[in-house]
Nanobody, 123 residues
Framework: VQLQASGGGLVQAGGSLRLSCAAS????????LGWFRQAPGKEREIVAA????????YYMDSVKGRFTISRDNAKDTVYLQMNSLKPEDTAVYYC?????????????????WGQGTQVTVSS
């Protein structure tokens, strides 16, 4: 399974970005999916996750109401719409495929990872 993340970039505070993660080489639609981020000197943290069906989602507290995770199983793609971006959202963002169909909120719940895409929010 290969995951290819894209959509990162440089944006001013208050702006928006939409990250995409396309999967290939495996069964995408059977599993939960997640977006993580890692800032320099910090641990990788869960940003958002979605279940196999899309009916269950999870968001870290600091992005609730600003970020939206969604998936298109027909396209083997998961998205992260990020609005009202803040400088503290600056990080490398990673998509990941879960080990089960459920929402997982820790790195141990994922067994395939994309390469990461840089998001930089200027103040």
């Amino acid at each position: 399974v290969q995951l290819q993340a894209s959509g990162g970039g440089l944006v001013q505070a208050g702006g928006s970005l939409r990250l995409s993660c396309a999967a290939s080489g495996g069964t995408f639609s059977w599993y939960g999916l997640g977006w993580f981020r890692q800032a320099p000197g910090k641990e990788r943290e869960i940003v958002a996750a979605v279940s196999r069906s899309g009916s269950s989602t999870y968001y870290m507290d600091s992005v609730k109401g600003r970020f939206t995770i969604s998936r298109d199983n027909a396209k083997d793609t998961v998205y992260l719409q990020m609005n009202s971006l803040k400088p503290e959202d600056t990080a490398v963002y990673y998509c990941a495929r879960g080990a089960t169909a459920l929402v997982a909120t820790t790195t141990t719940g994922y067994n395939y990872w994309g390469q990461g895409t840089q998001v930089t929010v200027s103040s």
